[in-house]
């Protein structure tokens, strides 16, 4: 099993920067991509970034440019670099990682912005 707990949400302004983390834990050998991905309200989930094991990484077309997914693996933790926030950015985040046929989920965490 593999365990992650999101942190690093809140309110921010249009124009803003947050970093979200994502702590992963439990069996994390043979984990082969980590990613981060997004509800809006009355929305369905979408992929915003993923890093596999060789460390190449995919950004949805919104975010290019403007968020940034890194992984630090002695402390087994996966990075969301957001700037440049907008107004669309609102949403939950969520924390995956894909281990062998298996995609964990992290509980989330909220990003509000204002505009």
């Known amino acids: 099993q593999v365990q992650l707990v999101e942190s690093g949400g809140g309110l921010v302004q249009a124009g803003g920067s947050l970093r979200l983390s994502c702590r992963v834990s439990?069996?994390?050998?043979?984990?082969?991509?980590n990613g981060w991905s997004r509800q809006a309200p009355g929305k369905q989930r979408e992929l915003v970034a993923s890093?596999?094991?060789?460390?190449?990484?995919i950004y949805a077309d919104s975010v290019k440019g403007r968020f940034t997914i890194s992984r630090d693996s002695a402390k087994n933790t996966v990075y969301l670099q957001m700037n440049s926030l907008k107004s669309e950015d609102t949403a939950v985040y969520y924390c995956n990682a894909r281990r062998y046929a298996a995609n964990y989920w992290g509980k989330g965490t909220l990003v509000t912005v204002s505009s």
């Open positions: 439990g069996s994390t050998s043979s984990i082969t991509a």
């Open positions: 890093i596999n094991s060789a460390g190449s990484t």
